[in-house]
């Protein structure tokens, strides 16, 4: 792969996490009142798919007709992103969101996959 293409790749992959960022922001929240214990929310396209409670640790997966698969496990402290069959594996190197780091992570309380249209949001009690 030449300069041109991986930085046509990479501008298109930016372009492809504004607009997700831009249409997750405008998606309906739940109301502060819903979350009565620290949580985690999937969605895809911005349909929730999952909501598991921390004190419920489990393993998700979510499987999409296209073939899109992507594995969350859910702890007592937070989720991670255990693996994706998106390409660029983003998703995946993103690390845990947990009740102690969902404040400072460069992308706060969410894990998002955006070739699968995966948003994994922890929700945490107020």
Not at 18 to 45: G, H, M, N, Q, Y
Not at 79 to 104: F, I, K, P
Request: charged content about 20%; some cysteine; overall charge negative.
């Amino acid at each position: 792969m030449d300069r041109k293409t991986g930085f046509i790749r990479i501008l298109s992959y930016l372009f492809l996490l504004l607009a997700f960022l831009c249409l997750s922001a405008c998606a309906p929240k739940p109301e502060p009142s819903a979350i009565t214990e620290d949580t985690v929310i999937i969605t895809v396209d911005g349909q929730e798919v999952a909501r598991v409670p921390l004190n419920q640790p489990q393993t998700v997966t979510v499987s999409q007709e296209s073939g899109a698969e992507n594995v969350i496990e859910i702890t007592s402290e937070g989720a991670v992103m255990r693996s994706s069959t998106c390409e660029n594996q983003l998703c995946v190197h993103m690390g845990a969101v947990t009740v102690d780091n969902w404040e400072t992570r460069v992308n706060g309380a969410f894990i998002i996959c955006l070739p699968n249209r995966v948003s994994v949001e922890l929700a945490v009690k107020e």
